[in-house]
């Protein structure tokens, strides 16, 4: 996510068939594209060919593609440059560097002596074309190469093409040669001129296509599956939806920190704003003392609504554990406020219809306001889910759905709404079949699958993202739906892609947009991590674990989530961080309604769901966190408290209360970061289980019945392998448990570490830090501690400290 501006382009605004009364024109309206639309490239592997920068227009630079051999030419295609890549904006950027003037003409001397002229467009300016693809044809022209030689050229502003300096260029996406209706040009060699061309990237224009097309539209009917012959597979865990009560604890904490900040940020006229902009009754908006830059442009003005998304959200979370009186009135409020302002057709978003293209409307807003109405639904709010099912009712019949994927910035985000949505109690099989029939990829299924890495890094119809997650909760929801096994074995492959080859120590994601992340590179000095890559991360882990709840790796992925990103970015009730940067210092913590402010406020809001799943014959107990659940097993109530001081203490008791005997199978985690457990039932020892399973306690629970175990967690090192090496030095990671812990004391740290032959020879040097849990001096090296990294404030620190190698 990334703050937005966005041009206008001069088509006409295609509307719903069932849209309310027209609106003044809104300049910043992005419209529907027509004819075929070159769809974004902002993947690098997928970039458009530039040439160097003129001073004035009327410079000449040629690019040139060798055939091979003399052929027939039918046509020539063009497309134009189209990335959306600038840090800050989510411009379109499509046709920007489109040649003003310029000709195409074939020949079979490659010195172009005695050229045949395909089209001639030098004596008048040609109409910037944005986004549309440009055919040329030939008639009958024949020759081995084609030259498009540019006349002048198109003044690009500074901040174009992912921040590159202003200047007079040529920029083409692809162009295209066919000769006998067939494409001719995919990888011949292309050469420029001397005096602009550039050769780095002139196999850019005749790379192949990508594997789902060039263009934005996205309509496959053929996708769409019977719901009658769908299978959902049984689900062996479920989500607690209330009764958890939390003990004192840092998840008790980290809750009551999140009411503060939702109270304290926004008011209820403010989420409101714009919904009763959009209907014409808002009140002005009063700007705070102190505030410089209020409301912010994009994250308050751009994706109008999210305000309001991100409050219910986090709120309708928090209430399901909390009864907070205030917290409640305000989200009531906000629920009627958007249904006041509903219009008849059902449509509820703060963003007027036609807006629906601009920024990231149509994906990430729509997406977080249904988000947030889902969780006021299940917070007992009785209109959310009626508001739901309108608004739901009018989107599977909306005119913008074949362009949302691909036009719409970040289009898959969107697809999560509708997923969720059927899984509510009036979700309808419609809410799946949209999804399959304008936003299902079967080739990034295919890719994700065979666990091929470019599916992830070179992504090529939006820019890779930590946000790809959300799709793939969105297909993990479709097999959950159908049962359709493409879904579930395209997720894990994707799973294990991200777990694999973009996932740092501790559990952060370390992908995010505008950063070129290979495999495996994990910068440390690059801003990757974001908080709401790892709240997507914990719920897409969760699915999984519902599904295969034996499987202890889902539990381990969401608890690090929640200590080492959810936690460590959640700055007391100030707000949150954007980043979880590993290494200098942390950032401020904002309260702007940023991206990760919602999706962190959403996680801490959801935290006593993780600690325990229910089963239909028990419990999974999952993290170690003091609480209590209550839940029925075959009609009999019952209720388990757990008493703790994890992470502080390894010391977990459980207590069972029953009002008869009743027969229950609570299965206790045994992390995979322990050494081993060992259970004590009623004071009599049991079995021991091993690291990364679950243990059975298939049992008749009586009242009072206890059981008791510790987590023995020993610290663990981990060399750093990322791409910020230190010449004559390793980095080290150091973890207790799951949790990650930095070194403070400097921005870089340099340890002094004698005989250290391998990583575990560091953990000899740390010593325990009297009456500081967790905390850890090391010898020889004054001014240096490590400590839990979701501790770390305004210090100084280092994930990964340096070793010399040389001592």
């Keep these: 996510m990334a703050a937005a501006r966005i041009m206008k382009t001069g088509a006409a605004v295609a509307t719903p068939a069932d849209a309310g009364a027209a609106l003044p024109a809104d300049e910043r309206v992005i419209p529907a594209p027509q004819g075929e639309w070159m769809a974004n490239t902002p993947a690098s592997a997928y970039r458009a060919y530039r040439s160097k920068p003129a001073k004035t227009a009327d410079a000449t630079t040629w690019v040139q593609v060798d055939l091979g051999e003399s052929r027939p030419i039918d046509f020539v295609k063009v497309y134009p440059a189209n990335e959306k890549g600038y840090p800050g904006r989510d411009e379109y950027y499509a046709g920007e560097g489109f040649p003003v003037r310029f000709k195409i003409e074939s020949s079979s001397d490659p010195d172009f002596h005695n050229p045949a002229l395909i089209v001639d467009h030098t004596d008048a300016d040609y109409p910037n074309p944005k986004g549309h693809l440009e055919q040329y044809a030939a008639q009958g022209v024949a020759g081995r190469y084609v030259r498009l030689t540019a006349t002048r050229l198109m003044?690009?502003?500074?901040?174009?093409?992912?921040?590159?300096?202003?200047?007079?260029?040529?920029?083409?996406?692809?162009?295209?040669?066919?000769?006998?209706?067939?494409?001719?040009?995919?990888?011949?060699?292309?050469?420029?001129?001397?005096?602009?061309?550039?050769?780095?990237?002139?196999?850019?224009?005749?790379?192949?296509?990508?594997?789902?097309?060039?263009?934005?539209?996205?309509?496959?009917?053929?996708n769409v599956t019977d719901a009658s012959a769908w299978k959902p597979p049984v689900h062996k865990a479920r989500v607690p939806r209330t009764g958890v009560t939390l003990g004192g604890g840092v998840f008790q904490t980290a809750l009551e920190n999140n009411i503060l900040y939702l109270l304290n940020s926004y008011s209820v006229d403010d989420l409101l704003r714009q919904f009763r902009e959009r209907v014409g009754t808002a009140k002005p908006p009063v700007k705070p003392q102190g505030e410089q830059d209020w409301p912010v442009q994009f994250w308050e003005e751009d994706l109008a609504g999210s305000n309001a998304g991100?409050?219910?959200?986090?709120?309708?979370n928090t209430l399901r554990w909390i009864d907070h009186p205030e917290l409640r009135r305000r989200l009531n409020?906000?629920?009627?406020?958007?249904?006041?302002?509903?219009?008849?057709n059902g449509y509820i978003m703060a963003y007027p219809e036609d807006t629906i293209f601009y920024s990231e409307r149509g994906a990430y807003t729509r997406a977080w306001l249904v988000h947030g109405l889902i969780e006021a639904g299940y917070a007992g709010n009785s209109k959310a889910f009626e508001l739901l099912r309108g608004y739901s009712d009018w989107f599977n019949q909306c005119s913008y759905l074949p362009q949302l994927l691909r036009f719409a910035v970040q289009g898959g985000q969107g697809m999560i709404a509708n997923t969720r949505m059927y899984f509510t109690p009036v979700g309808k099989p419609a809410d799946i079949q949209v999804i399959q029939r304008y936003f299902q990829e079967n080739y990034w299924m295919d890719q994700l699958a065979a666990r091929e890495d470019r599916a992830i890094w070179q992504y090529p119809y939006d820019r890779p993202h930590c946000y790809l997650l959300t799709n793939l909760e969105a297909y993990l929801d479709l097999y959950r739906a159908t049962g359709d096994p493409?879904?579930?074995?395209a997720v894990e492959g994707a799973w294990e892609l991200y777990h694999d080859k973009w996932e740092n120590p501790g559990g952060s994601i370390s992908i995010i947009e505008f950063v070129v992340s290979p495999p495996k590179s994990y910068m440390l000095h690059a801003e990757l991590e974001e908080l709401c890559g790892n709240a997507f991360w914990a719920f897409l882990s969760q699915r999984f674990h519902l599904l295969d709840p034996e499987n202890e790796k889902?539990?381990?992925?969401?608890?690090?989530s929640i200590y080492n990103v959810a936690m460590a970015n959640q700055a007391g009730s100030q707000g949150f961080r954007y980043h979880a940067l590993l290494v200098h210092h942390k950032e401020k913590p904002t309260q702007i309604n940023t991206?990760?402010?919602?999706?962190?406020?959403?996680?801490?809001?959801?935290?006593?769901?993780?600690?325990?799943?229910?089963?239909?014959?028990?419990?999974?107990?999952?993290?170690?966190?003091?609480?209590?659940?209550?839940?029925?097993?075959?009609?009999?109530?019952?209720?388990?408290?757990?008493?703790?001081?994890?992470?502080?203490?390894?010391?977990?008791?459980?207590?069972?209360?029953?009002?008869?005997?009743?027969?229950?199978?609570?299965?206790?985690?045994?992390p995979s970061w322990?050494?081993?457990?060992?259970?004590?039932?009623?004071?009599?020892?049991?079995?021991?289980?091993?690291?990364?399973?679950?243990?059975?306690?298939?049992?008749?629970?009586?009242?009072?019945?206890?059981?008791?175990?510790?987590?023995?967690?020993?610290?663990r090192v981990e060399r750093y392998t990322g791409v910020d090496q230190i010449p004559d030095h390793e980095r080290y990671a150091v973890s207790f448990g799951p949790i990650l812990l930095a070194a403070v004391g400097a921005p870089e740290i340099r340890l002094r570490i004698e005989q250290m032959r391998q990583p575990e020879d560091l953990l000899k040097h740390l010593r325990p830090?009297?009456?500081?849990?967790?905390?850890?001096?090391?010898?020889?090296?004054?001014?240096?501690?490590?400590?839990?990294?979701?501790?770390?404030?305004?210090?100084?620190?280092?994930?990964?400290?340096?070793?010399?190698?040389?001592?």
């Design 155 to 222: 003044n690009v502003a500074g901040g174009g093409f992912g921040g590159q300096g202003g200047g007079y260029y040529l920029a083409l996406g692809k162009m295209d040669v066919y000769s006998g209706g067939k494409e001719i040009a995919t990888l011949c060699p292309v050469t420029v001129d001397s005096t602009y061309g550039i050769d780095d990237d002139v196999a850019q224009l005749t790379r192949p296509a990508r594997l789902g097309g060039e263009t934005t539209f996205m309509d496959h009917p053929e």
């Design 310 to 316: 991100r409050f219910l959200m986090a709120a309708g």
């Design 486 to 489: 493409r879904y579930l074995h």
């Design 595 to 670: 991206c990760c402010e919602g999706q962190g406020t959403r996680l801490i809001g959801s935290l006593p769901e993780h600690i325990y799943s229910l089963a239909s014959d028990g419990l999974y107990i999952n993290l170690f966190e003091p609480s209590t659940i209550e839940w029925k097993v075959q009609g009999e109530m019952l209720r388990l408290k757990m008493m703790t001081r994890f992470p502080f203490d390894p010391d977990v008791r459980l207590q069972v209360s029953a009002a008869r005997p009743t027969h229950a199978n609570i299965r206790v985690r045994v």
């Design 333 to 344: 409020a906000v629920v009627d406020g958007i249904a006041q302002c509903r219009q008849p």
């Design 769 to 807: 830090k009297p009456g500081h849990p967790l905390h850890y001096l090391v010898e020889n090296n004054p001014g240096v501690e490590f400590m839990p990294y979701w501790q770390v404030d305004k210090e100084p620190f280092n994930c990964f400290p340096a070793v010399d190698t040389r001592a």
């Design 554 to 560: 889902y539990v381990t992925e969401i608890e690090k």
């Design 674 to 715: 322990t050494t081993g457990l060992t259970l004590y039932v009623n004071g009599i020892r049991g079995d021991t289980g091993e690291p990364g399973s679950y243990m059975a306690l298939d049992r008749t629970w009586s009242e009072g019945d206890t059981v008791r175990f510790r987590l023995v967690a020993p610290l």
